[in-house]
């Protein structure tokens, strides 16, 4: 059962809000600058940041990429997993090096994503990066919930978070739910975006992933 996320460190929050009211700042004066003005909530401008959009499968595959079933390997950040049966992954347009996406079945869209990048940030724990994650939902969209708990990948420990957000332009909510952990300053980790009605078989698919997880040398 994942537990609510109901309060963080202290000295995270304040770093967090400190870097977003940095970022806002810099933003402000940027648009004063140049005489630009905020855009209307509505705006489809606005709806291009959403947090939603990084998960949308049009942007995240290209048409000409190679399919991938079972095993997957990705020996620049060292780890591999198994693509579940009837399931097929491909390499995201972006980042090919980093992953793979892995569109699920039926309808409402749903999606599975491995990812890994090095640490640039210094978000050193998985609740830095979830963190991240929550600040950056709020920036554009609305957090509806936001729940966690301990979870580990193949021995390393981190953290399993699930947020239910309404997306800009959207008119029912999705469910994210990310499995993350930090290994050797990288973070490595498994996304999950769904609807609630959906969710218990999607999540069967996610943790048949996360099991699947190994380390290579």
Not at 36 to 62: E, K, Q
Not at 176 to 199: C, G, K, M, N, S
Request: hydrophobic fraction near 45%; aromatic fraction near 8%.
């Amino acid at each position: 059962m994942l537990r609510r996320v109901m309060a963080l460190p202290i000295n995270r929050l304040v770093a967090a809000a400190g870097a977003l009211l940095i970022t806002l700042a810099i933003g402000v004066a940027i648009s004063e600058w140049v005489g630009i003005r905020r855009l209307p909530v509505s705006s489809s401008a606005a709806g291009a940041h959403s947090y939603c959009r990084r998960f949308r499968a049009d942007t995240l595959v290209s048409a000409s990429a190679q399919p991938r079933r079972g095993y997957f390997a990705n020996p620049t950040y060292g780890y591999a997993l198994t693509i579940p049966d009837g399931l097929v992954g491909y390499p995201p347009v972006s980042a090919a090096a980093r992953g793979i996406v892995v569109a699920l079945p039926g309808q409402p869209r749903a999606l599975l994503r491995a990812d890994a990048a090095y640490d640039a940030l210094y978000d050193i724990t998985a609740a830095g990066v979830h963190t991240r994650d929550s600040v950056d939902v709020r920036l554009f969209d609305r957090l509806i919930s936001d729940e966690a708990q301990p979870f580990s990948l193949a021995g390393v420990p981190g953290g399993r978070y699930r947020m239910k957000i309404l997306c800009r332009g959207e008119s029912s909510p999705y469910v994210f739910e990310a499995i993350i952990v930090v290994r050797r300053r990288e973070i490595y980790r498994l996304d999950l975006q769904t609807r609630p009605d959906r969710l218990r078989q999607d999540e069967a698919s996610l943790e048949a992933m996360a099991g699947s997880w190994r380390w290579t040398p």
